[in-house]
């Protein structure tokens, strides 16, 4: 395919930019805990005796969701940012931009979605490693070796820290992903402005044919087309788009067509501005329970300290303006850097449920719901709800759980005695997809 005359080359610059300093250099910073927990588990593996003594690869799926959660979070801020000001900010992106972030509810439901489905990502390619160096042993012991003959040789199959081409391909996926779902919120908030996108490849030898059919190809943001074809269109699918001004448009502009059929991964038909989804196909999570994760109960767990609000005497009214002024519409960053609001308008909500006495009880412990989120012992995912528990012990024996919707807002919290036989329930909130252990 010959190159379009009205491709502009200072494009391709940026994008690259983009896909190798920025995904290249925010994996290498962000996998070593990653890269820590596949030592130690590998460490483990070897000082076994047989495969009934290896421990879950709990510490891997934690860590992995968190590096992949990590690559999504910054490249989405950098399409949002990228597609407004057209250009590319400073390659590096640290907490304190998270935080300055001009966070709204939709950013906030797209990086919570996007976020969820990379740690189920996580756990399932992580169970499917452990599954095959499970085959592998068997395979040595059939042919009369020893545990020790295939823990002294394994490998990790691209979980290898030295050569760690498995994570990077999934890192720079779920990356490029989130980037074009920032990306197309600021194209929809300036589609009357640029009203039309152009489909962009990288134009070097390792673009896909089938991608190469669409290189240049001009829809309006508005075509049924973007609806399939948004990139990424495959693993490590460096392509994107370029909004155009009506103006920016070739004199000879006419509508489309590809130039041999589209034939894209049926897994990345979709795009993930709209569907606040990384893929098409959705996965079965690997869910566990913090006995098979290799938790402690509660009885082992410090008791952090608690700023505890007076409530003795206060009326409902006062409680409820209470809750509202401490939530006060505010975002605050997780303990795995992921944005959640907190909406005053709960405070009515929650306060309707419950009797006055039981409301002054928990509300002694407003203060604690925002350590909870930045701070807490465990944080789980259950993958029916897509809700979150961000889960800590204070003194008095008490237990705070704070449960985020899916979309990343505090919907409820509950306070319980470390006592209640609740707490350590497989069946409650200590079960899912483990997200954070302290």
């Known amino acids: 395919m010959l190159r379009h005359p009205y491709m502009p080359a200072a494009y391709q610059t940026t994008r690259y930019e983009i896909f190798t300093r920025l995904n290249k250099r925010g994996f290498r910073v962000d996998s070593q805990p990653l890269s820590n927990a596949i030592q130690d588990t590998k460490a483990k593996i070897r000082q076994a005796q047989s495969l009934a003594e290896i421990p879950p690869f709990t510490a891997i799926a934690v860590e992995y969701g968190k590096l992949l959660s990590t690559g999504i979070l910054k490249a989405f801020i950098k399409g949002y940012d990228a597609s407004r000001q057209r250009r590319i900010r400073k390659n590096s992106i640290d907490i304190k931009e998270l935080v300055a972030f001009d966070w709204n509810l939709d950013n906030v439901a797209a990086v919570a979605a996007f976020s969820r489905e990379a ?7 992580t169970e499917e490693l452990r599954q095959a160096l499970f085959e592998e042993a068997k395979k040595v012991f059939a042919s009369g070796g020893t545990y020790l003959d295939w ?26 992903a989130a980037y074009a779902a920032g990306q197309w919120q600021q194209i929809e908030e300036y589609k009357l402005y640029f009203p039309y996108l152009r489909y962009v490849t990288m134009r070097d030898e390792k673009v896909r044919d089938e991608h190469w059919a669409m290189d240049g190809l001009i829809y309006p943001v508005d075509d049924p087309f973007w609806d399939s074809y948004t ?5 490590n699918c460096r392509c994107s788009v370029e909004q155009l001004l009506e103006g920016e448009l070739p004199d000879d502009y006419a509508p489309m067509e590809p130039d041999t059929p589209v034939r894209v991964d049926p897994m990345f038909k979709n795009n993930p501005g709209k569907s606040k989804a990384l893929y098409s196909a959705a996965l079965d999570a690997i869910e566990t329970n913090w006995k098979e994760a290799g938790l402690p109960p509660w009885t082992d767990y410090p008791a952090a300290a608690a700023d505890l609000i007076n409530t003795d005497g206060m009326s409902y009214e006062e409680l409820i303006e209470l809750y509202a002024n401490i939530l006060a519409d505010q975002y605050v960053i997780d303990v795995n850097k992921m944005p959640v609001a907190l909406l005053a308008k709960k405070a009515q909500k929650f306060a309707e449920n ?10 002694r412990y407003l203060n604690c719901i925002r ?10 995912l259950n993958p029916d709800n897509k809700r979150l528990y961000y889960i800590k012990k204070y003194d008095k024996n008490v237990v705070l759980i704070v449960e985020i919707g899916r979309n990343n807002q505090l919907e409820y919290f509950n306070v319980l005695l470390q006592r209640d036989t609740k707490l350590d329930n497989e069946e409650y909130v200590k079960t899912g997809v483990l997200l954070y252990k302290k």
């Not at 740690?119 to 390619?125: E, N, R, T």
């Open 231 to 235: 990139p990424p269109n495959g693993w």
């Open 354 to 363: 419950y009797k006055l006495p039981d409301i002054r009880g928990r509300f």
């Open 119 to 125: 740690f189920i990502m996580a756990g399932v390619q």
């Open 371 to 380: 350590d909870a989120i930045q701070n807490p012992y465990e944080l789980w």
């Open 151 to 176: 823990a002294n040789s394994f490998d990790m199959h691209g979980f290898e820290p030295e050569n760690p081409y498995h994570l990077r391909t999934n890192y720079d996926t779920a990356a490029n």
